[in-house]
């Protein structure tokens, strides 16, 4: 058990004081000998609270085709939300918050906490698929993951606001990555990739897409084909390897950047790109292992020179002053979409006093 509380189940004539246990998997309410009633921490059953003046008043679970609530004291039921967050889908929490942007109404902030979060739309199949594999994670280069909860008959996931431009905008916006850029940018995934596998996870489809570049770090943002597997899977290596060929076009100054892909079926294609695009020899020689060895690690892959190697003193003076350059003008960028989606209005409308309720 890792909580314990008191609560009230208001009735006309008499009400009845329960004692509320939660464990890792379940919580269970009824008095210290005999639990009445159970619910178990799965995706599919909803948690329903009750807010008044931006504060939880009670909660309830569904009993026999109804919703039956119980009252408690606020800060227990804060312990209890933060301890059954995505384990649990939410009801009856959308005013907790705030739309402050109208322009992107996936930027929102927690009324509670003032803390800026995003959001975004799924579907029950994704919210089941999805959350109970983020919800482990934690790393710098992954999001994370605060709540998710139902709304007018569509779920939602609340996650940490990331800020920043996708990947893929900020190499539009920015043709003439240098050396420095396309190593950090590769190193700080394959990082996140690599901690993905150590706990069974494959991504399966990364892409710039789904990456979040902002100043000097990345963050992959949607895990919607993700799988848990102890099977290996050579996926994520092989698309991290596409997004090192996709950065190293943009690497040379006399190279026009035309948004090619990495060629299955032409490898000549790929090596002409490469030379083109004055793409150093290891570069080349790292993205050919990422995509067409199927047996290495993404810890091997970090051992490779590549991330080792230093250019001339005179080369790297003119590379880091065009790094710079290419810094300011992203700072001044827009940090707009990097979660955008279409979000209706969230609106709350309270027809039933919490007696009524309960």
């Not at 800026?116 to 999805?130: A, G, R």
């Not at 431009?165 to 539009?172: A, C, G, S, V």
């Not at 950090?184 to 690599?194: D, G, S």
Request: charged share 25%.
């Amino acid at each position: 058990m890792i909580l314990q509380f008191k609560c009230e189940r208001l009735h006309y004539i008499l009400n009845t004081h329960y004692i509320v246990s939660v464990y890792n998997d379940k919580l269970t309410i009824g008095n210290k000998s005999h639990p009445k009633y159970e619910y178990k921490f799965t995706l599919e059953n909803v948690l329903h609270w009750y807010v008044e003046n931006l504060k939880l008043q009670a909660f309830g679970i569904e009993y026999n085709g109804a919703i039956k609530f119980f009252k408690a004291n606020n800060k227990d039921l804060e312990k209890l939300r933060g301890l059954s967050r995505c384990l649990l889908c939410f009801d009856n929490i959308v005013e907790l918050y705030k739309q402050i942007d109208i322009n992107e109404p996936s930027r929102l902030q927690d009324q509670i906490s003032l803390q800026l979060c995003s959001m975004k739309v799924v579907s029950q199949q994704q919210l089941l698929t999805e959350v109970p594999i983020v919800r482990q994670l934690n790393h710098q280069g992954i999001i994370s993951y605060r709540e998710c909860f139902q709304y007018k008959s569509q779920y939602y996931i609340v996650t940490e606001f990331v800020g920043g431009i996708t990947l893929q905008k900020f190499i539009i916006q920015n043709p003439k990555l240098s050396h420095l850029q396309c190593r950090a940018i590769i190193l700080q995934l394959l990082k996140a990739v690599k901690y993905l596998h150590e706990h069974y996870v494959i991504h399966a489809t990364i892409d710039i897409s789904q990456i979040v570049y902002k100043s000097d770090f990345i963050k992959i943002i949607d895990f919607s084909e993700a799988k848990q597997t102890n099977k290996i899977d050579d996926k994520d290596i092989k698309n991290c390897g596409r997004i090192l060929f996709y950065l190293y076009q943009t690497f040379s100054s006399q190279f026009r950047y035309t948004g090619k892909e990495y060629s299955d079926k032409d490898q000549e294609l790929n090596y002409k790109t490469l030379q083109s695009a004055q793409t150093p020899k290891l570069a080349q020689e790292l993205i050919l292992i990422m995509i067409c060895d199927n047996n290495v690690t993404v810890s091997l892959i970090l051992e490779h020179p590549y991330f080792s190697f230093s250019l001339d003193a005179e080369e790297r003076k003119r590379r880091f002053q065009k790094f710079q350059r290419v810094q300011r003008s992203t700072s001044e960028m827009d940090e707009s979409d990097a979660i955008s989606q279409s979000i209706p209005e969230l609106q709350t409308n309270k027809s039933k006093s919490l007696r009524q309720l309960m």
